[in-house]
């Protein structure tokens, strides 16, 4: 059997991740699988282009990621009225999918705002980096941050600024809330790469402030390691790509398979790093047992 993989983009650590987790459960079960990204990262345009072209191939599933929820809703419908199933993963959206296996981006931004506040012992002045706007995790996180400071009328939510997913974009975010603010006290970013950009920004500028993340990439808990990073949130990519290769090959023998799939995210701090310094090539698969209790 054959898997397609798509993702938003190559350079994300986590989306690298995920399609290993593919290529690693699809080999592990006899199944080949191929990977798919737009050369411009996050680029809807080219990611439609390189499904319609793997459309033409027929393979037996698709496992999709979209770079515009919105923008890929009718290339994806097209595909699927063909015949193939689609397994979605990481960002939500519509159609008629198998199976979608991601995590609770709300409560994710929820639970590491509240690390923050936490640390900043419940108020400060905090800025927030963020994802695209097209990108639904990026929406719910967003939110689950705005939701936990809400609750705490000594946390100010100076700004926010975009820093598309990715770290020199991150970077240009954070120069941009630097210039704007002489104090801030909690950097909030929606993704890891977007965290170690901000890093590099306040090391430019001299100037410090508590910072966190989310995805759990191996070069984040480095920089916990080394007390740069106060935090980011458990976003097991290779983990997902393991159950979404999992989902797609039960469903083509006809097994069954959970409309819905949310693995657990967790803090990582200083307290629990180490688990997240292990390579991917040397983390175990799941087993599909672990995934989903039945």
């Known amino acids: 059997m054959r898997l397609a993989a798509f993702t938003k983009?190559?350079?994300?650590?986590?989306?690298?991740?995920?399609?290993?987790?593919?290529?690693?459960?699809?080999?592990?079960?006899?199944?080949?699988?191929?990977?798919?990204?737009?050369?411009?990262?996050?680029?809807?345009?080219?990611?439609?282009?390189?499904?319609e072209a793997v459309v033409a191939q027929r393979p037996d599933a698709i496992i999709f990621a979209p770079a515009d929820d919105a923008l890929l809703e009718a290339p994806v419908a097209r595909a699927i009225a063909q015949g193939i199933p689609f397994i979605g993963f990481v960002n939500r959206m519509a159609g008629d999918f198998v199976t979608f296996i991601g995590a609770d981006d709300v409560a994710m931004g929820r639970t590491i705002a509240a690390v923050m506040v936490d640390a900043l012992g419940g108020g400060g002045d905090i800025v927030l980096v963020e994802g695209p706007d097209s990108a639904p995790t990026s929406r719910d996180r967003g939110r689950g941050f705005r939701e936990t400071f809400a609750r705490h009328p000594s946390i100010r939510v100076l700004g926010s600024a975009p820093g598309r997913y990715l770290r020199e974009p991150g970077r240009a975010a954070m120069e941009t809330l630097l210039a704007r603010h002489p104090r801030i006290d909690g950097v909030v970013c929606t993704n890891d790469l977007m965290a170690l950009g901000a890093l590099d920004a306040l090391q430019a500028a001299g100037r410090t402030a508590l910072v966190v993340g989310n995805n759990g990439t191996i070069e984040a808990a480095e920089q916990i390691a080394a007390g740069r990073l106060l935090a980011s949130m458990d976003y097991?990519?290779?983990?997902?790509?393991?159950?979404?290769?999992?989902?797609?090959?039960?469903?083509?023998?006809?097994?069954?398979?959970?409309?819905?799939?949310?693995?657990?995210?967790?803090?990582?701090?200083?307290a629990n790093h180490a688990a997240w310094l292990v390579p991917i090539e040397d983390r175990p698969l799941p087993r599909w047992a672990d995934i989903v209790r039945e």
Do not use: K, S
């Not at 990519?237 to 290769?245: F, N, Y």
């Not at 006809?254 to 701090?269: D, F, K």
């Open 236 to 270: 097991d990519g290779q983990r997902m790509g393991a159950a979404a290769a999992m989902a797609a090959l039960r469903h083509l023998r006809g097994e069954p398979v959970p409309r819905e799939i949310l693995l657990p995210a967790i803090p990582i701090t200083r």
């Open 9 to 51: 983009n190559g350079v994300n650590p986590n989306y690298q991740a995920f399609l290993r987790g593919v290529e690693r459960a699809a080999a592990q079960d006899g199944a080949t699988a191929t990977r798919h990204f737009p050369a411009t990262p996050d680029d809807p345009a080219q990611q439609v282009a390189l499904l």
